[in-house]
Each structure stands twice: as structure tokens, then as C-alpha cells.
């Protein structure tokens, strides 16, 4: 090692210490000088094996990097064996700072030896002493480096796109004028282009105090100089107290009158930079206006620019449009003697939407002088001690227990009803402050409402707040008991306990005699609701100072360490196991242990602990069979699934009580991260069914899972496997309507698409059946079916078809030159015959089979009933007077069949037969009903 540090001082002027400490500060000062052969020795002799690269801060590689050390950074990128990968962008971040900082130094050879090894261009990370997520192009940009961002451009245009800050913005903010005018001239950057922060390249450089550059941008380059959502040129110049530039951008025309809703004004940005010269200027020489003016001084509590406005510009305050807003922008400020200049100079009646408002913002923020003030009705005290109580504002509740709120438990039919009714006008809607008053009103006096509707008192509201000093006041002088109860049985203690408010809850047991154990109806104790938000001081507290038990369950079962398990309490947890002794066996009314629940949620920290610390059984199931694994596995927790199965040793077999498994799960809900896993590297079973035979590639198939399904073929699933019923994958995606399943098993596995099931049903005659005419097409006429494919008892695809009313599928298959359209079941009965069974569709299913030319219309069932006779034995006289013209024989039989009430098809079928009618017109002639004509005409022989 001293070989390698010899004739360098800098590298043994470190700190005594372990050899592996000096050993890292060598390599890393070695870096920072550039010394790459001190680094290449101790990393090639193998005396220091640390990392070169990572996510800490000024790493070797960073180091070199900003060092501008380019050999050095070629040499660990290359040769070190440090790897860089393709997310290095979003992972390892001195690999970013390394490419963004060497671009912002000007060396181009270093950032030409990061981005060859892979480094994406659009990386972003923070230039030393910056905050500002820069992409090597705006940071080459920000700090003058013309010959890296002209070479990065080159590379890629887009490489001006991404980050914080693009490149013409982050130039103009340093004042690099020569790079501005390059992006602008020869890049053909947008100058008027408005970034994230609602500015423009302008602004940014106005913000700055860079006038040259602004003035180059409007001048020569055109920039809109009053571009910009939430911030323009003029603003950002004020802000940055800039008077000269303020005045310059007046003069070339810039806005003085813009404003934007909740965005700052060229006066108030002068005024909260505390700047009054610049604002004085805006008004009496800029023309800015001076009504916004005030309710920019008012909204900053600048009482003092406020009277210069009124006294020496003439504003007169009572003929400020929106009086009333701007009397609530001084509220805001909570300045006292500000409210009542506005008020007086206003002359402001308090009417019954301003009065509250302003009441209700006194109580939660505490201004004690307005609501003396402003307090007129005693039905004002109860609700104003709840709100006071609830911000913790002890000395306004002390006032109002003072004016006589002893006792005072609200009901919600004691509020004042003429509450909250209004709007604040925005005719200025500069003057955010105001609107933030009335909204912090109405919150605040919607949750009153809720707490006095749930029965709570102000010793409630005041627990969560820890303000002992408080609790005292409303126990002692208010009169409040700290046992009080709401609706549902919440007490003081509970509400202390959930905020973790741990001297309030000191004060409720050891002042006010509060049972530590009290719960509510449900049987949450103060205890448990500490374990569900893991206040931990508060649970060691509760149990080891007051006795509490750490075991209590509340209805459904749970105990505290059942729900901080639910919740991921890790710290929690481990005080109720190790020092509370409770077991991590408990089960709630479902089954679920500590471990089942942390699993269920995702909590893997919380998991690895009592599987591998407490000595939690990972394979202990539920009443279900539902074990952690197959919980964790069923919401998609991969890590747990990892911890469980790698760390902890649970079966990855392991079904629950029906034969479901964690990969036939992971099927199921298409988790495919989790099932890669499984088959990879956690030796699933990819074949081992569920009691009902379906396997992980079944059921993925029944759910139309295509990437699941693909995952388990690769992993060595059979695409055939069926379940119990013989069902395979095949047949019941196509059952299931998952065509994209369908094609994948048939053009890309190669399953057999005429598979059948026992009954014989085949892929296409279960589309047919379904009436799913896409996929019978592409089953056809792509996937190779055999379209006169039957199952056992003689049924076609065309012939379940009709049966089932699907014209569509009906029209296809007839047309199809290959298909048998007479292929029927063994009794005779053909397609034909079942055609005419669905009424709706009966006449479109016989016309597509007797266009085909290929139809037999005289064929006889086994008990001699043609498709004619059928049709007249129901009666149907389109189908029958439609069958009649295409040519069926009409035969004493046909006729001696119709029903006795269905003369008008007796009656056709006698002239058909005695006169031998078999044309359209002909046969609508020879009837003489007029509306059975014009029914059959429309129904039937247009098709003809």
C-alpha cells in the first residue's frame, strides 16, 4: 500500500484510524487530485475493494469527475468492473452528478466517456451548490461550457428538453449572454417558451439581476415581456429589488396592470422584498394601480405603504371595489390595529356573513383583540371555546371561560344559524389572503359541526392539541369533565392517544383521574389506537406507568398488536412482543395472525421481524387455508413473497384448503412480477392444480391473463392441461370470449384448435354458441378450424348457432363455401329446422341458409317434418309464406299442421298448393287481407 502513496503527502494526511478508513480516504483523495495510477493500484492489488460509485455523496467516481479528471473517470467506468446499468438515470446518483457536473464544467471528454458507456443524456442531478435537477445540457448551458452543449446538441436536439430548468432558462439565470444568444440564434430555443416554475428565460434572468440579458431577450430576440403564468419579467425584477431594470422594462412596454389569480404583482413582489421605493414608483410613475396597490399592502400587513396610498395618491379606500375582501386580506395578517384602519376607513358593516367569518378565524388562530371586538351574542361562546380548544389557543379559551363559556358542551342546534352563507368577492383576485381567511372559516366550522354532531366537548378537541396548561383551564375554570363521553364512547384519553399527544394524556390520568384502560363501544382503548399510528412512547406509557393491557381485544378480535401488525408498527410491535410478552399466535375473529396481516398489507419489514425474530410460523393457515405467502401473493406483494419464501423457508407449494397454490394465485390476479419469481427462484410447481384439476396456466386463461399465461408456458406449464371436467385452456378462453388468448394457444403455442372436451365441444363450436362472430371468423378463416366439426351428439358450429338465435354467426358459416349447411343431428333435424325456433331471428337466419343455394328445404326430421312444416306448425306466416316462394314443397302434411287458429297460414298454404303459387307477386295477390299483404311484403319478400 505505502507504495502507492508514497511521494504523496495529501494522500497520508488522514485521521488515525481502521486500515479500511484510510484505504477509503486514499482512493478518494487520489481521485479528487487525479492521480489515476494511486487509484488503479489500490483497486488492482485489491487493497481496496470498496464501492467507486453509489448512491453517497462524493464518491471516487464524482470526485474524479468534478475534477475534470477524464482518464481516471475512463478507466473505472471501463476497466474498474464498476458497472453502470441501464437505470443508471434513476438509480446510482454520482453517476448523474458525474455527467452533469463534468458538462457543467466544460469537459467535454469526460461527459463523452460517461455517455459511451451508457449513461443516459437526459440524467439530471443537482450541480454542486445547486438544487435545481439539471440535464447535462442545461448544465453545460448554466455554466458557460458552449463547446459541451454545442457537442450535446449535435448528438441530440432533445437533449434541450427534461429537468428543472431548461438549458436557455438556466443560462439567463447565470447571465451566460453569449450561450443565450447561441440557444436563441443557432438552437432555435423558444424564448417565450413558460418553464415549470411559471416563468419564462426572462424572468429568469430578471429574478437574477441580469440585465443584459433581459434586455437582449426583449430587444434583439423579441421575448414577449409580459410572458408568463404565474410569474413575468416586470414581477421578477421588483422582487429582485432591481430599480433600474424595473424602470427599463416600464419603458419598453412591460404590463404594469398584469395580474393572475394567487400570483404576485409587480407591486407586491416589490413589497415582500421589502422594497417601498420600487412599489412608490410603480404607482406614481409606472401606473400601476393603486387600488391593487392596497390590497397588495394590506394582504402583507404593510400598514405603513397602506397610508401612503390613501394619504399622497388620493386612493380613497371606501370606493375600493370589494371592500369587503379587502377587509379580510387585513384579517388575514392578524394585525389588530391594520383591521381596524381598514374598518374605519371603510366604514364597514359587519353583516351576518362577515361577522362570522372573522370570529371563526379569530378562535383557531388565537387573536384575542377580535373577537372582544367582534363578540356581540353569548351564543357565540360554546362554539368559539370548541374551536379554540381544537388550535390548541389557550388564551383565547381562557377569555372566552372568562366571559362565561363554564360548562359550555355545544349542540348542534345551538350553532348560529345565519353561518357561512356568503362569497368574498373577486373583483380583486390578487388578494389570495382573503379567500384563505374564509376557507380556513368554513373548514374549521365544518369540523365543529362533525365534533359537536359526534358528541364531543372541547376537553376533546384540546387532548389532541397536548396543551396541558389548556386542559387545566376547561377542567378547572371551564368547568369540562375529563371523562366525557361522545356518541360512541370516545373520551379525552382516546383522542390523546390517537394524536400521540403524550403529556395530555399524562395530565387526563394523573390530574383528571382518566382509566387508562377506558374504551370506547367498541372496545378501542387508548392503547390501541396508540398501536394502530405506532405512538410507541405512548403504548410503553400506557403499559408500564397506568397498567394498561396490551392484550385487549376489541369486538372483531383484533388486539393492539394484531393492528399495529395491519398497520406496519414495527417499532410497536416489538415492545408488545419482547417486553408486553404477547404472542405472536393471537389470532381476530378471521383467522388472521400478526404475521398474516403484515403480510397482507405489504409490510416486509414488519414481516421479516416475526418470521425471523419472534419466531412467527410463516405456514400457519387460517381456517381457509390461506397461509401469509398466499395472502401476500393474492394483493401483489412481491417483496413479502421474497422475504417469506427466501428468508423465512415457507412452502411455495403450500395450498390453501380448495388446492389453490401462491402461483395459481399470482395466475388469477396477472401479478406477473410475482409469478417470474416463483418459477425462477422459488421452484413453484407450475403444474399443481386446484381440487377442481385447473392449473396456473388454466386459470390465467380463464381470465384472459395473456402475459401470466405466457410467463407460466415459459416456465414449463402445459398449454393442454384440463381440469377435472376435461376443459382446457383453449376451450375456455374461447367459453370466456379472450380471442387474444385464443390466438396466442393456436398461432404461437400451436395447441391443436379442433381439440375437443369429452362432449366434444371444439374452440369454434363454443364461439358459435356464444355468438362471438369475430372469433368464429378468425377461427375459420386463420386459425384452421374444421367448420363441420361436431361434438358427440351430431351439433355443427352452424347449427348451435342457429339454435341459439346468433344471426350474425348464422350469415357467416352459411356463406362459407367449406361448410355442410344440411349437417344436422342424427334425427334428421338440420340447421334449417332450428333457424326457425328463435323468433327474433328466425327470418334473417333462413334467408342467409337458403341464400346460400346450397340449403335443403325439404328435408325431413325423422318424424317427417320439414323446415316448412315446422314453421307452420307454429304459425309463423312470414317464415312460412317466405319458404313457400323459395321453393319448399307444400305437401297435405305441411298443411294438416297448423294450429286451427292460425287460419291466415292455412289459408296460404291452401292457394300455394291448389295453385302452385312460387312467386312474390303471385302469392301476395292471391291474399286478400290487405294487412297480412303488407306484413308479408315487408317482412319476408325483400329479401327476394
Known sequence: ?????????????????????????????????????????????????????????????????????????????????????????????????????????????????????????????????????????????????????????????????????????????????????????HAGVDVDEVHDDGGTAACAAAAAGHALVVKWLVSSANADLNRGDEVWPLVAAAGDGNMDLVQWLVAAGADVTKHAKYAETAVEAALSHDRPDIAQW???????????????????????????????????????????????????????????????????????????????????????????????????????????????????????????????????????????????????????????????????????????????????????????????????????????????????????????????????????????????????????????????????????????????????????????????????????????????????SYGSTPLFLAAMKGHVHVVRWLALEAGAQVDVAKPNGDTPLLIAVNNNHLAVVECLVRECGADVNLARNDGATPLYLAALKNHVEIIDWLIAHGGADVEQPRSTGSTPLYVAAVEGHLAAAQRLLAGGASPTAANNRGTTPLLIAASNGHAHIVRWLVTDVGVDVNATQPNGDTTLLIAAFLGNVELVRWLVATGGADVNKARNDGVTPLYIACVQGHAEVVAWLAAYPATDVNLGKPDGTSPLHEAIQPIDAALDMVSALVATGRADLDLAQSDGKTALGVAARLGILPLVAYLVVAGARVTEDVINSVPAHSSPVADLLHLAHSRDILRRDDMLLAIDNPGVRAKLAAAAFPRF
Open 282 to 588: 410603480l404607482v406614481s410613475s409606472g401606473g400601476a394601480s393603486a387600488a391593487l396597490a392596497l390590497h397588495a399592502a394590506v394582504s402583507l400587513g404593510n400598514e405603513a405603504f397602506a397610508t401612503w396610498l390613501v394619504d399622497n395618491q388620493g386612493v380613497d379606500i371606501a370606493d375600493v371595489n370589494a371592500d369587503t375582501d379587502l377587509f379580510l386580506a387585513a384579517v388575514a395578517t392578524d394585525n389588530v390595529a391594520l383591521v381596524q384602519w381598514v374598518h374605519d376607513k371603510v366604514d364597514l358593516a359587519l353583516d351576518p356573513f362577515l361577522r362570522p367569518i372573522v370570529l371563526i378565524h379569530a378562535a383557531v388562530t388565537g387573536v384575542v383583540a377580535f373577537v372582544e371586538w367582534l363578540l356581540d351574542d353569548d351564543r357565540w361562546l360554546a362554539p368559539l371555546l370548541y374551536l379554540a380548544a381544537s388550535s390548541g389557543e389557550t388564551e383565547m379559551a381562557k377569555w372566552l371561560v372568562g366571559r362565561g363559556a363554564q360548562g359550555a358542551v355545544a349542540v348542534v342546534s345551538d350553532l348560529p344559524s345565519e353561518l357561512i352563507t356568503g362569497e368574498v368577492s373577486e373583483t380583486f383576485e390578487s388578494s389570495e389572503s382573503a379567500h384563505i381567511v374564509v376557507l380556513v372559516a368554513k373548514r374549521a366550522w365544518s369540523s365543529l359541526s362533525e365534533h359537536i354532531a359526534a358528541g364531543y366537548t372541547p376537553m376533546h378537541l384540546a387532548a389532541h392539541t397536548n396543551e396541558t396548561q389548556l386542559l387545566a383551564l376547561l377542567m378547572e375554570e371551564g368547568k369540562l369533565s375529563p371523562a366525557a363521553r361522545g356518541s360512541d364512547g370516545t373520551t379525552p384519553l382516546l383522542c390523546a392517544a390517537q394524536y400521540d399527544a403524550l403529556d395530555a394524556a399524562r395530565f387526563l390520568v394523573d390530574v383528571g383521574g382518566a382509566d387508562a384502560d377506558e374504551a370506547r363501544d367498541d372496545k378501542t382503548t387508548p392503547l390501541y389506537l396508540a398501536s394502530v399510528y405506532g405512538h410507541t412512547e405512548m403504548v410503553v406509557w400506557l403499559a408500564e406507568s397506568c397498567g394498561a393491557n396490551t392484550g385487549v381485544q376489541k369486538k372483531n378480535g383484533d388486539t393492539p398488536l394484531l393492528i399495529a401488525a395491519n398497520n406496519g408498527q414495527l417499532e410497536v410491535i416489538q415492545w408488545l412482543v419482547t417486553e408486553g410478552n404477547e404472542p405472536t399466535t393471537v389470532t381476530n
Open 1 to 185: 500500500m505505502i507504495k502507492w502513496v508514497a511521494g504523496h503527502p495529501q494522500l497520508l494526511a488522514c485521521a488515525d484510524g481502521a486500515v479500511e478508513a484510510y484505504l477509503g480516504y486514499a482512493v478518494h483523495a487520489a481521485a479528487k487530485a487525479g492521480f489515476v495510477q494511486v487509484v488503479r493500484g489500490l483497486v488492482d492489488e485489491g487493497l481496496y475493494t470498496g464501492p467507486l460509485s453509489g448512491d453517497e455523496d462524493d464518491t471516487a467516481l464524482m470526485l474524479a469527475a468534478r475534477g475534470g479528471h477524464a482518464e481516471l473517470v475512463r478507466w473505472m467506468i471501463t476497466e474498474s468492473g464498476m458497472e453502470i446499468t441501464a437505470d443508471d438515470a434513476g438509480s446510482k446518483a454520482d453517476i448523474r452528478a458525474a455527467l452533469v457536473s463534468a458538462a457543467h464544467v466544460n469537459d467535454l471528454a469526460t461527459v463523452q466517456v460517461l455517455l459511451s458507456a451508457g449513461v443516459s443524456m437526459t440524467a439530471t442531478e443537482s450541480v454542486p451548490g445547486g438544487y435545481l435537477d439539471l440535464t447535462p445540457a442545461a448544465a453545460a448551458a448554466q455554466g458557460g461550457a458552449l463547446e459541451t452543449l454545442q457537442w450535446l446538441v449535435a448528438e441530440d436536439v432533445g437533449c434541450l428538453v427534461g429537468g428543472d430548468q431548461p438549458p436557455l432558462a438556466a443560462a439567463a439565470s447565470r447571465g451566460q449572454l453569449s450561450i443565450v444568444q447561441w440557444l436563441v440564434e
